[in-house]
């Protein structure tokens, strides 16, 4: 016996053996089935979030788990111990996203259930579904017949759904909030809609995460929520990734796997710390570099793929403007603080305190970085108090991050610290001009009363 096929949901893994049986294990108590389903034998399983779709070798789906969404039919609450027929037959492919499914037939007929809050379920609406509801490509004119609806696979993120066609077109339905579908813009799709990315061959998703991967027989592909930000059209990866895990590893801030790859009996397996060794090694490292950063006397060096696939600033600029450059004469930044953006670029360590916050608040921003903007900001909120704000106040300014759990901290700091002592100055027998002084300010400081 071995293993032909393993899936996992938020709390259970389930495993499917080459003599078509499946195997769960977990720690909840919902699970508790034997830890094995004997009377039946199986060809394929999917796990959703919260349960588990499994395709009979008769080709009759079956489903187990929670039902909050309808993602197992019917109208109960769950079935953790019982299998329930779906009723849906003849079926070829299956796939799940957190919450929702979608099959195909021998026909090739497309089938989608549960949640549909996005438009994942491909139906047009909104609606969440407990049972089956067939979905259909766009109508087009007769003679367009440009379109092979002949499904190759489906794979299911989050809150969205690809299909692959056999002729290397890829579609897509759900959420687009981040970019998950390619499109270009951030607009969810509750119908089919074809990606800008030709010549297809493979495609993963995670049920967990908000991107798509594609693979075109020599290169992979990317878009949606990535450790640079949101890329809402599919980009090439550099590197020259070998799977789908590393090519997750590339985009992602925790490296995950994709199971068994195709080659059925090769497992793969991605150790983070091996991988942020590795990368480690390409900073300056002055064995093993194809370009260096000149600050003042001194020189970082590093790799240009690298520092293309870890930022888009870099991406930009190794692409255009310093292209054919093997030196990059750095300015504007100190070489303590321009080492410590690009250490962290290779593996994740930064330090961030009042005496740096200015300069890297400033990199992240030029540099059009999301991450470090978020880390800069967090600093921001975490160490703001009434000693410190009177320093903070122009950076928050400048930035225009007064936003959100900051500016309500800053609200606070001031009604309950500041305020205070504002009035109690204002009141003292010693200081008889200050409410006048205090008055002209406010009434002609148009400024501040342009609310």
Not at 136 to 162: C, E, Q, R, W
Not at 190 to 215: D, G, M, R
Not at 302 to 317: E, Q
């Given at each position: 016996m071995k293993i032909a096929q393993i899936d996992s949901g938020k709390n259970f893994v389930a495993i499917l053996t080459d003599d078509g049986q499946v195997y769960l294990a977990s720690d909840s108590n919902n699970w508790k089935i034997d830890n094995v389903i004997n009377c039946d034998r199986f060809k394929m399983i999917r796990c959703g979030r919260d349960h588990l779709l499994l395709l009979r070798q008769d080709g009759i789906i079956f489903a187990m788990g929670d039902n909050h969404f309808g993602q197992i039919t019917g109208h109960f609450p769950s079935s953790y111990r019982t299998?329930?027929?779906?009723?849906?037959?003849?079926?070829?492919?299956?796939?799940?996203?957190?919450?929702?499914?979608?099959?195909?037939?021998?026909?090739?007929?497309?089938?989608?259930?549960?949640?549909?809050?996005?438009?994942?379920?491909?139906?047009?609406?909104?609606?969440?579904?407990?049972?089956?509801?067939?979905?259909?490509?766009?109508?087009?004119?007769?003679?367009?017949?440009?379109?092979?609806?002949?499904?190759?696979?489906?794979?299911?993120?989050?809150?969205?759904?690809?299909?692959l066609l056999e002729n290397g077109q890829l579609w897509g339905c759900g959420s687009n909030s981040?970019?998950?579908?390619?499109?270009?813009?951030?607009?969810?799709?509750?119908?089919?809609?074809?990606?800008?990315?030709?010549?297809?061959?493979?495609?993963?998703?995670?049920?967990?995460?908000?991107?798509?991967?594609?693979?075109?027989?020599?290169?992979?592909?990317?878009?949606?929520?990535?450790?640079?930000?949101?890329?809402?059209?599919?980009?090439?990866?550099?590197?020259?990734?070998?799977?789908f895990a590393s090519a997750a590893a590339m985009i992602l801030s925790s490296p995950i796997t994709f199971g068994l790859t195709s080659t059925i009996y090769v497992f793969e397996y991605n150790d983070p710390l091996l991988a942020i060794?590795?990368?480690?090694?390409?900073?300056?490292?002055?064995?093993?570099?194809?370009?260096?950063?000149?600050?003042?006397?001194?020189?970082?060096?590093?790799?240009?793929?690298?520092?293309?696939?870890?930022?888009?600033?870099?991406?930009?600029?190794?692409?255009?403007?310093?292209?054919?450059?093997?030196?990059?004469?750095?300015?504007?930044?100190?070489?303590?603080?321009?080492?410590?953006y690009l250490r962290w670029l290779h593996d994740g360590y930064i330090r961030i305190d009042q005496t740096n916050i200015d300069e890297l608040f400033d990199i992240a921003n030029c540099y059009c970085d999301e991450r470090l903007q978020k880390q800069c900001k967090k600093f921001i909120g975490i160490d703001l108090n009434e000693q410190t704000l009177i320093d903070y106040l122009p950076l928050i300014k400048r930035y225009e991050i007064g936003t959100g759990g900051l500016q309500n901290k800053i609200s606070h700091l001031t009604m309950e610290n500041v305020m205070p002592k504002i009035i109690d100055n204002l009141l003292a027998d010693d200081n008889e001009n200050c409410m006048e002084k205090f008055l002209q300010w406010f009434y002609f400081e148009q400024s501040f009363l342009e609310k």
């Open positions: 299998m329930i027929n779906t009723g849906i037959e003849n079926v070829e492919l299956i796939a799940c996203g957190q919450f929702h499914n979608i099959v195909v037939t021998n026909s090739g007929e497309i089938y989608s259930w549960g949640s549909n809050d996005c438009g994942q379920l491909g139906l047009g609406d909104n609606r969440d579904r407990n049972k089956a509801a067939l979905v259909k490509f766009p109508d087009y004119d007769d003679d367009d017949d440009s379109i092979d609806t002949k499904i190759k696979n489906i794979v299911a993120g989050s809150n969205h759904s690809l299909f981040v970019g998950e579908l390619g499109l270009g813009d951030k607009k969810n799709q509750s119908k089919l809609t074809k990606i800008p990315i030709e010549n297809v061959q493979k495609i993963a998703c995670s049920k967990f995460h908000n991107f798509s991967l594609a693979h075109d027989g020599s290169s992979y592909y990317a878009w949606g929520k990535t450790i640079n930000g949101d890329w809402l059209s599919p980009r090439k990866l550099d590197g020259l990734p070998a799977s060794q590795s990368i480690s090694r390409l900073f300056n490292n002055p064995d093993d570099f194809d370009v260096e950063f000149i600050i003042g006397e001194q020189c970082i060096r590093a790799w240009k793929c690298y520092l293309k696939m870890a930022s888009v600033y870099f991406c930009r600029m190794f692409s255009g403007d310093w292209g054919e450059n093997n030196r990059v004469i750095i300015k504007d930044y100190s070489y303590d603080i321009y080492y410590a």
